[in-house]
Structure formats: C-alpha cells, structure tokens
C-alpha cells in the first residue's frame, strides 16, 4: 500500500528488508512456522544458485519504507493467518479478514 501512496515511476521497486538471509534459515523459520519438525537435508555436491540472496531495497527505504515486523514473525502470521481463513479463498463469499496492516 506505501507504494501505492508514495510512487508513481515505471521503474520496478525491490521489496525486502534489506537483511540476508540464508536459504538454509529461511527453510527453518518456514518449518517452525508450519510446525514441522522435519530434518533439512542440502546437497553441498550442487551449485547453491546466487551466493549472494539478498535485495537492493534501497529505492524502497528512499521512499519512506520499512519493515513492520521481522521475518519469522511475518511467516508465523501469515501461516496463521491462511490456516484459519486460506481454505475459504476458494469461494470469495466465504473469504476472512485480510490480514490486517500494522500501520
């Protein structure tokens, strides 16, 4: 919605943090946020893709934007979130609350 507000350039905005973070921490947060306990397994014989995963957010944070929550707090409530009203999206009658904006 901040963007909505305070953007109008054609050129694309990154949305993130600005922080890094590992693939390897991000499958756990995802996995404590589901609660699964399962064991993560990498194959370190593959290439890992970009070493380096991480967001030019920059322009974003020029135009005023930060972060509401940390990351394995947004997870945790948006898996929360789809576990109580996620099944309903299928018949828009029936859908829930959004989830609500913390501004």
């Not at 905005?13 to 973070?21: D, L, M, R, T």
């Not at 590992?22 to 993560?40: F, N, T």
């Not at 995963?53 to 929360?80: H, I, Y």
């Amino acid at each position: 919605m901040h963007l909505l507000t305070t953007y109008s350039d054609e050129t694309p905005v990154n949305v993130g943090s600005g922080e890094e973070v590992s693939v390897r921490e991000l499958a756990r947060i995802v996995a404590e946020a589901v609660g699964c306990d399962a064991r993560l397994e990498f194959d370190t014989s593959r290439p890992d893709g970009t070493p380096r995963k991480l967001l030019d957010s920059r322009l974003l944070k020029s135009l005023g934007w930060d972060r509401a929550r940390p990351l394995g707090q947004g997870v945790a409530e948006t898996v929360a979130w789809y576990a109580a009203h996620g099944p309903s999206r299928a018949d828009p009658a029936k859908a829930g609350d959004a989830i609500p904006d913390p501004e």
